[in-house]
């Protein structure tokens, strides 16, 4: 190791000051992993310009990876108990099903009721059940204009109808 501070240049510096800022706006400004792989790119730069053997690389691989360590769970702990969960950046307000938010609207009241289709459905179309026009869809089979239909599952905004013979 008495070697290895003897190799520590100027440019090592810079790529592992480098690659703390990427790792660190990486975490507070998340951009697709391009600046966390950028600053990943810039220690290991850091580690091939320093070590003169790979003993050394390792040692100092893992040294780095430490580093990181310890300011990814620095930021986790801010994130859940810190000033950043504090920050306008974390949502603390959930919308929840039952204080009235849905995301979509609610068909499951069409199950098992009965109606007849407006259009032709191959395989989707329109149907008027219990007075309602809804989108439908069948599991693939064909029903002409006017047929009565029956509603075999609701599956969110999907309604999937089959022929009945009433």
Do not use: W
């Not at 204080?99 to 259009?119: I, M, P, Q, R, W």
């Amino acid at each position: 190791m008495e070697g290895l501070f003897e190799t520590i240049n100027t440019v090592s510096i810079i790529l592992f000051a480098v690659g703390m800022v990427l790792i660190m706006v990486e975490l507070f400004m998340p951009g697709f992993g391009i600046f966390g792989g950028l600053g990943l790119v810039a220690l290991i730069l850091c580690i091939v310009f320093t070590a003169q053997t790979v003993t050394q690389g390792m040692i100092l691989f893992l040294i780095l990876a430490a580093i990181v360590a310890i300011i990814v769970l620095i930021f986790l702990r801010s994130f859940k108990k810190g000033k950043l969960y504090r920050s306008p950046l974390v949502l603390k307000v959930f919308e929840n099903k039952s204080e009235g938010y849905v995301s979509n609207d609610d068909y499951s009241h069409f199950a098992g009721k009965k109606g007849v289709s407006l259009t032709t459905l191959r395989p989707a179309g329109m149907a008027e059940i219990d007075g309602e026009k809804a989108d439908v869809v069948t599991d693939g089979e064909f029903i002409a204009k006017g047929e009565k239909i029956e509603v075999v599952k609701v599956s969110g905004r999907r309604i999937v109808v089959k022929q009945t013979e009433e």
